[in-house]
């Protein structure tokens, strides 16, 4: 998409994408399942070109990352096994933050 991306020690939240220089920081550090689900929603923030990350703006990155990351098939694969919302994330290797916007955006 274009953007790069940078890993960061003193990062106060997860990530942050930098509009304008299409810079995203991720937070160093994290679990392999964090990270991937925050480089979804950040890549979401360069996707839709947003200035300011508001409640609405964050939802509509997370069920933008859902997206990505998330085959119906596989959701629904995983939601057989067990359909609890964290065994799902932790069968897909996401996070609850995807997990909750892909049921919202279902």
């Known amino acids: 998409m274009g953007a790069r991306v940078v890993w960061a020690l003193d990062?106060?939240?997860?990530?942050?994408y930098y509009p304008g220089i299409d810079i995203i920081v991720i937070r160093h550090g994290m679990t392999e399942r964090r990270t991937v689900s925050t480089l979804a929603h950040e890549?979401?923030?360069l996707y839709y070109g947003d200035t300011l990350c508001t409640p609405a703006v964050g939802r509509r990155a997370w069920r933008w990352a859902a997206r990505l990351l998330v085959p119906d098939?596989?959701?629904a694969a995983a939601e057989r096994l067990d359909p609890s919302?964290?065994?799902i994330a932790q069968h897909l290797g996401v996070t609850l933050d995807v997990i909750a916007a892909y049921r919202r955006a279902a």
Do not use: S
């Open 73 to 75: 098939d596989e959701y």
């Open 43 to 45: 890549l979401a923030h």
């Open 11 to 16: 990062l106060p939240e997860r990530g942050r």
């Open 85 to 87: 919302a964290g065994a």
